[in-house]
């Protein structure tokens, strides 16, 4: 590698896996691997879903599966 190229890791970039607080109880926006269809930019929500567990996603994240 030349002396003057600088190493850097993706989360220098990006914030991988954030906290996004929601409260138990209430129904939530509910994704499924099978949203996220190859080469659609957006992606809806399949079904309204109470908290339960899972991967927690904010608006304009970037999924992949």
């Known amino acids: 590698m ?3 190229w600088r190493t850097y890791s993706v989360s220098d970039f990006i ?3 954030p906290k996004v607080s929601l409260k138990n109880g ?3 926006s509910f994704l ?3 949203d996220l ?3 659609n930019k957006y992606v809806q929500a399949s079904d309204c ?3 339960k567990g899972g991967a927690r ?3 304009q ?3 992949f599966s």
Do not use: C, G, H, R
Request: glycine share 0%.
């Open 2 to 4: 030349p002396q003057n």
């Open 15 to 17: 914030e991988i896996n």
């Open 26 to 28: 209430v129904k939530y």
């Open 32 to 34: 499924e691997s099978k």
């Open 37 to 39: 269809e190859a080469n």
């Open 49 to 51: 879903k109470e908290l």
């Open 57 to 59: 996603f904010n608006n």
């Open 61 to 63: 994240d970037t999924l």
